[in-house]
């Protein structure tokens, strides 16, 4: 389990370094429109669709690594209260819920990925996606995401313990 775990860890990583490239090409994206555009030459019709597409990928690729990684929000205070062992408990619950969430979703989306491909389907814009493409950054996102919230409930680590440096951003 540990080997699929790390295995995941380094796929979250790339998906990661992945999402900052094409986040890189947003800002080129934008930025060539507005340029064209300010030179009063025609508009780039598919600048609109393509940083659409980019934001949804940029939204779902990098989750799992933001899950390993704690970079989510979470409600510290309410455990100050708690017990350890009621602690301990709710943040099994807690893990429990995110993975139901998340395989649930990652179902929706893959069981809607294999359906526009079986189907030949298009997302159509200003340029045709097949309609699989949009599924597959959720599909995935969420999937991977699964399998780091159930590394924290199998005990690999806790989304509750956060070193010093980690908690100042370095």
């Known amino acids: 389990m540990q080997l699929l775990f790390d295995w995941n860890g380094r796929l979250a990583l790339w998906l990661a370094h992945l999402t900052m490239v094409i986040l890189g090409l947003l800002v080129v994206v934008v930025v060539a429109d507005v340029v064209v555009r300010t030179a009063g030459l025609r508009p780039l019709a598919w600048a609109s669709s ?4 980019i934001l949804l990928y940029a939204a779902f690729l990098p989750m799992p690594y933001l899950v390993r990684t704690k970079g989510h929000v979470f409600v510290e205070f309410l455990r100050g209260p708690m017990t350890p062992a009621l602690r301990r408990n709710v943040e099994r619950l807690v893990y429990l819920i995110c993975i139901a969430i998340c395989a649930y979703l990652a179902w929706v989306a893959s069981s809607g990925g294999v359906l526009a491909w079986r189907e030949g389907s298009y997302e159509t814009r200003t340029f045709d996606m097949p309609k699989w493409l949009v599924y597959l950054p959720m599909a995935l996102g969420f999937s991977l995401a ?11 680590d806790s989304m ?11």
Do not use: P, V
């Open 50 to 53: 393509t940083a659409e597409y």
């Open 146 to 156: 699964t399998l780091e919230w159930l590394r924290y409930l199998m005990g690999h």
């Open 160 to 170: 509750y313990h956060i070193d010093a440096l980690q908690r100042e951003g370095f």
